[in-house]
T-cell receptor, first 116, second 115 residues
Framework: DTGVSQDPRHKITKRGQNVTFRCDPI?????LYWYRQTLGQGPEFLTY????????KSRLLSNRFSAERPKGSFSTLEIQRTEQGDSAMYLC??????????????FGEGSRLTVL | DQQVKQNSPSLSVQEGRISILNCDYT??????FLWYKKYPAEGPTFLIS?????DKNEDGRFTVFLNKSAKHLSLHIVPSQPGDSAVYFC??????????????FGKGTKLSVKP
């Protein structure tokens, strides 16, 4: 499968614990994005990388959230001291600056976080 | 405040008829618009896009219309098929041609196409 893959697909944790999600983008894509989606809402932008550089972060991304893309390939999103309000689907997407359609993002299936 | 609005949470259409999904935006800096389709337990998939220099873009059964003066776009699906049943998200972006790819999404419209 050459699409965007995310792991784990579902994570249940207790409030206060740390969680980490991993995203493997489409290999030739240099852009990688994290979005969050809650029930009844559209995806909300969290952060974005071009290669290994984190170029933009949303105000939604509190200091408990950190994302990395150390070698410009896979990315991790870590949430420290989770709160119940962090429960959501975390979507990763990748794209290319040389893509045929500007702005077209290819999404993974998401990692669902449930904080008890 | 929501910059991209999809005011209809759901839409039901008979197979073979036209489906029209609407989207309004408030930020005049948006210059590129996309529609994504999402099936349950899957990530959103790209459907069709339009830049602000156009007022229409067509791809098979899917046509997107853009009315810049009204800050309104719509997606037409003709003819609708049961496999089109999904949640449709409208998204907008700034900086076309050098897009940062930070898409702003609406809340989505759930389309049900009945046989």
């Amino acid at each position: 499968d050459t699409g965007v893959s995310q792991d784990p697909r579902h994570k249940i944790t207790k409030r206060g614990q740390n969680v980490t999600f991993r995203c493997d983008p489409i290999s030739e894509h240099n852009r990688l994005y994290w979005y969050r989606q809650t029930l009844g809402q559209g995806p909300e932008f969290l952060t974005y990388f071009q290669n290994e550089a984190q170029l933009e972060k949303s105000r939604l991304l509190s200091n408990r959230f950190s994302a990395e893309r150390p070698k410009g390939s896979f990315s991790t999103l870590e949430i420290q001291r989770t709160e119940q309000g962090d429960s959501a689907m975390y979507l990763c997407a990748s794209g290319s600056t040389s893509g045929a359609i500007d702005g077209e993002l290819f999404f993974g299936e998401g990692s669902r976080l449930t904080v008890l | 405040d929501q910059q991209v609005k999809q005011n209809s949470p759901s839409l039901s259409v008979q197979e073979g008829r036209i489906s029209i999904l609407n989207c309004d935006y408030t930020n005049s800096m948006f210059d590129y618009f996309l529609w994504y389709k999402k099936y349950p337990a899957e990530g959103p998939t790209f459907l069709i896009s339009i830049s602000s220099i156009k007022d229409k873009n067509e791809d098979g059964r899917f046509t997107v219309f853009l009315n810049k003066s009204a800050k309104h776009l719509s997606l037409h699906i003709v003819p609708s098929q049961p496999g089109d049943s999904a949640v449709y998200f409208c998204a907008a972006s700034k900086n076309y041609g050098g897009s940062q790819g930070n898409l702003i999404f609406g809340k989505g419209t759930k389309l049900s196409v009945k046989p």
